[in-house]
């Protein structure tokens, strides 16, 4: 981080020491867009019902009342015009609320879903990304 700069997460810097709420979020390389839709996850035979908060290139918040454990890897359908198959790994967890996850794609799906990216970011206002 550079001194005096403005992290992605919104958190000012002075003299290179970060604002400490922002500190988890700084992390984070990818924009993310709010975007709420609904998600079905495949667990074992079951499918849990739940929905998009933000979305990213390389991951999403999940909310959830019953999230999985860190490190739980999963695959989700995006309820889309034309669904979109991810699959996740639980990379943390904010109890009652949900998961944040990290997202791989079968290869027929990248394209769907980088256009979902794509056009998010195209329609956020002012073409900032969400928080």
Known sequence: MRRG???QAG????MGIADPNARRLE???APRYNFRTGLDIEW???VL??????????GMFIEST?????GAGFSANLQL?????VDCRVRRVEPGLGMGVSVSFPQEQQ???RELILKLSQSAPGSEPGG
Do not use: K, M
């Open 5 to 7: 700069s403005v992290t």
């Open 11 to 14: 958190g000012a810097s002075f």
């Open 27 to 29: 992390r984070r390389w």
């Open 44 to 46: 074992g035979s079951a």
């Open 49 to 58: 019902r739940a929905s998009t908060r933000d979305v990213s290139a390389s």
């Open 66 to 70: 019953d999230p999985l454990w860190i």
């Open 81 to 85: 015009e034309h669904p979109v198959r």
């Open 111 to 113: 394209q769907s879903y």
